[in-house]
């Protein structure tokens, strides 16, 4: 019984952990920021803790005999510290100066579209976040909604796709939710004719990377421009779709790192908060593909006039059956139905409603002449049918519609016609499109019906520590000020409830379900009964030692009835002047009444013994423990 309370206990363990999972990661976040090289003091609270001590020193000069008062610990905070780029990088932008300086805004209008929302007019803002959890913390806000959005600045230098990889890694926090609208970096390709000024949708980028909604439809691009070798045109290349579940970085309004990784061995990542949701190789993961087919069809071949594409044609050999009717209906009166009794030919179905009234306003001149609405007939309502009776109809048993030729196989079939393959004149194989054209500027042309896009802490370089470090001291800062103020474990089970309803059942089942369990098992189990000896004859298992327990039995109750005896006897040992004759006389009786109960009683526990002892023998006996081994002759 404790085995089973024990595993129901397991189980219970096993639901509530299930339960815990969508909170666990939120934790594991948390846990991770915490224990990461995270400044939470810098000079300046050097300096105010000083202040701090200098005035508690000054009211203690004041007051020296009042007691010290008890004061609660403070709440830890995470206090915020700039990042600084150290090591390679070609770009790094933390806007925590304050201003846009080194950023251009775009003033140019955007082409094909109506004159009222052509330009590129709406508005940016360095700030905190509106709920921020680290004050001093700034970034770049999109504060329109509704409008075209263009910024962008100059790298420190051109990037120049050779033998590292490419990095770029930012942040982003939908602070009010995302209705439609991109979030997304393009990487400006270098040419002599780049304008920042004129930064519009149509200027040539060589890599396009980071989230984007509309509707449901949650996307994280990462498009790059390749250039093709023969012709010289550039064609988008899309990666495949991440296979994770990116709705929750467009809903959580938290804090999310986005960093794409291209490598000079043509494979790709992206992540998300520094884990890989998508990844892939450049030569086989994108569409269309880098290098187009080494055939295609061939335009001016067409398919010839006597092409046979029927596998099935009519038999042209098959003849209709003479016997074959094709007038014959498909349904025919049942001519073994009978009008049914009190059928009322004379009554209509429907009569005019004998209530109805002409209305006051009828011109028979214009609208005719008038009649009373239909309704059915009373007369019919006790009758099987009203009307003339008509046979009903069934199914014609020799119905067998129009003849066609049975089909046969095709003698003549020369399948599907495909046009014949021709070497493809704008074939070209590129090995390597990790080299890309190079790119000197980065920038943001979006178009967002929600507002209040907060971007922070840009980075590009070719050094994954780099990029690592710059992404600690940036967002890993935020997170930890972000874990340090999440809810309770109770608040976070109700929230992830509230996105997945089905954790409502594994709650309630973590509790319920054990608790039954065990009032079942524990509370309504049932007593093990013992076996009667002739339910052994079954089977080889040992038999109990019935017999000794009933001789015990036996000699506990021997000895209960001599107390008993003896416990009389010392009652009637009284002087027998004390006795009338008369009440010698009954306790006499009496006692030979006692004799020959337990007389009889010693009788009828000598049989039963006497046929429990049999029932054993012939249980032994015919035990196969029992039966000696057979002699071979």
Not at 301 to 330: F, G, L, N, T
Not at 374 to 398: F, H, L, M, T, Y
Not at 439 to 464: H, Y
Request: charged share 35%.
């Amino acid at each position: 019984m404790n085995q089973r309370v024990g595993l129901f206990v397991l189980l219970a363990a096993g639901l509530l952990c299930l339960a815990l999972i969508p909170v666990s990661w939120a934790e594991n976040q948390v846990d991770d920021g915490l224990d990461d090289d995270v400044d939470v003091e810098d000079e300046s609270d050097l300096v105010l803790e000083g202040v701090e001590d200098g005035e508690e020193e000054q009211e203690g000069d004041g007051q020296e005999e009042a007691p010290p008062t008890p004061k609660t610990p403070p709440t830890p905070k995470v206090t915020y510290k700039a990042p600084e780029p150290m090591g390679e990088h070609f770009f790094a932008e933390s806007f925590d100066r304050g201003t846009l300086d080194g950023w251009v805004l775009s003033s140019a209008k955007k082409d094909d579209t109506d004159e009222e929302i052509a330009k590129y007019d709406g508005n940016w803002a360095v700030e905190e976040m509106k709920d921020t959890k680290l004050p001093g913390d700034q970034g770049l806000v999109l504060k329109s909604r509704a409008k075209h959005h263009a910024i962008s600045a100059l790298l420190l230098r051109p990037f120049v796709f050779d033998t590292k990889p490419l990095i770029i890694q930012y942040e982003v926090n939908f602070q009010s939710g995302i209705d439609c609208g991109g979030a997304y970096v393009k990487l400006l390709t270098q040419t002599p004719e780049l304008d920042l000024d004129q930064f519009v949708d149509k200027t040539p980028y060589t890599i396009m990377f980071g989230p984007d909604k509309c509707g449901e439809d949650y996307k994280l691009h990462f498009i790059f421009r390749h250039r093709n070798p023969k012709t010289g045109e550039y064609e988008e290349k899309h990666a495949k779709k991440p296979d994770a579940d990116l709705r929750t970085y467009f809903t959580d309004k938290k804090t999310h790192l986005y960093t794409l990784v291209v490598n000079p061995d043509n494979t790709f990542e992206v992540q998300v908060d520094q884990t890989v949701v998508n990844s892939g190789s450049l030569l086989t993961d994108v569409t269309p593909p880098v290098n187009p087919s080494a055939e295609i069809e061939d335009p001016d071949d067409h398919k010839p006039e006597d092409w046979d594409e029927r596998a099935k044609i009519q038999d042209p050999d098959a003849i209709k059956p003479d016997d074959w009717d094709e007038d014959a209906p498909a349904q025919i009166p049942d001519e073994s139905a009978t009008k049914p009794d009190g059928w009322l030919d004379d009554e209509p179905e429907y009569i005019g409603d004998p209530d109805a009234i002409k209305p006051d306003d009828w011109d028979e001149d214009m609208d005719g002449e008038w009649e009373a609405p239909q309704v059915s007939n009373p007369a019919c309502e006790s009758a099987p049918g009203c009307g003339e009776w008509k046979r009903p109809v069934i199914d014609n048993p020799n119905y067998k519609g129009k003849w066609k030729p049975p089909m046969i196989d095709n003698p003549n079939y020369q399948g599907i016609w495909k046009p014949r393959k021709i070497p493809n004149p704008a074939y070209f194989e590129d090995l390597e499109p990790f080299k890309m054209t190079a790119f000197s500027a980065v920038g943001l042309e979006l178009w967002s019906m929600t507002s209040d896009i907060f971007f922070d802490n840009f980075f590009i370089t070719n050094d994954r520590n780099t990029a690592d470090r710059w992404a600690s001291d940036g967002w890993g800062l935020k997170k930890a000020a972000e874990g340090a103020a999440e809810p309770g474990l109770a608040a976070q089970m109700l929230t992830a409830a509230e996105e997945r309803p089905w954790l409502w059942v594994v709650y309630v089942l973590s509790v319920a379900l054990p608790l039954v369990l065990i009032f079942v098992f524990c509370c309504t189990g049932k007593k093990k009964t013992t076996a009667s000896p002739a339910e052994y004859k079954k089977t080889d298992e040992p038999q109990p030692d019935i017999k000794e327990e009933e001789e015990e039995e036996e000699e506990e109750k021997e000895e209960e009835k001599k107390e008993g005896e003896e416990g009389v006897e010392a009652e009637t040992s009284h002087p027998a002047a004390e006795e009338s004759p008369a009440d010698k006389d009954e306790e006499e009786e009496g006692e030979e009444e006692e004799k020959e109960e337990e007389e009889e009683e010693k009788e009828d526990e000598e049989k039963e013994a006497t046929t429990e002892e049999k029932l054993e023998d012939d249980v032994l006996r015919r035990s196969p423990r029992s039966r000696k081994p057979r002699k071979d002759s």
